[in-house]
C-alpha cells in the first residue's frame, strides 16, 4: 500500500517560515518526480514546486520562487519544502503528490491527506 504523510504545517505569522516534510512508503520513491501542491480555501489545486528523482531538477511556481526552496533525501524517502517569508496567500492545504502533473489532477499519482498551513497576524 502506497503511503505520503505530510507535516510540518501550522500557524505562522506573515514573514516567518515553515519547513514540510512527506514521507513516502510502498512506492519507489527513488527513481520518482515528487511534487507539492497547495489548495487555498474556495481555490483550485496549485502546483508549487517539484523535484526530479535525483534532485538535479527543481522547478517553482512564480508565485513561491525564491521563498521556497524543495528537497529530498532518497534514502529516507522523503521529500520537503522549506517555506520562507510567508505571506497571506500562502494560507492553504499542502499536499504531496508522486510524479510530476501540471496542471495537477486529484487522483493522478499518489496523494498524502495534506498539511495546513495558516499565515495569519
Known amino acids: 500500500e502506497v503511503q505520503l504523510v505530510e507535516s510540518g504545517g501550522g500557524l505562522v505569522q506573515p514573514g516567518g517560515s515553515l519547513r514540510l516534510s512527506c514521507v513516502v512508503s510502498g512506492f519507489s520513491f527513488s527513481t520518482s518526480y515528487m511534487t507539492w501542491v497547495r489548495q487555498a480555501p474556495g481555490k483550485g489545486l496549485e502546483l508549487v514546486s517539484v523535484?526530479?528523482?535525483?534532485?538535479?531538477?527543481?522547478y517553482y511556481a512564480g508565485s513561491v520562487k525564491g521563498r521556497f526552496t524543495i528537497s529530498r533525501d532518497n534514502a529516507k524517502n522523503s521529500v520537503y519544502l522549506q517555506m520562507a517569508s510567508l505571506q497571506f496567500d500562502d494560507t492553504a492545504l499542502y499536499y504531496c503528490?508522486?510524479?510530476?502533473?501540471?496542471?495537477?489532477?486529484?487522483?493522478?499519482?499518489?496523494w498524502g491527506l495534506g498539511t495546513q498551513v495558516t499565515v495569519s497576524s
Open positions: 503528490v508522486t510524479g510530476w502533473r501540471d496542471p495537477p489532477i486529484r487522483g493522478e499519482g499518489y
Open positions: 523535484i526530479s528523482s535525483d534532485g538535479g531538477v527543481r
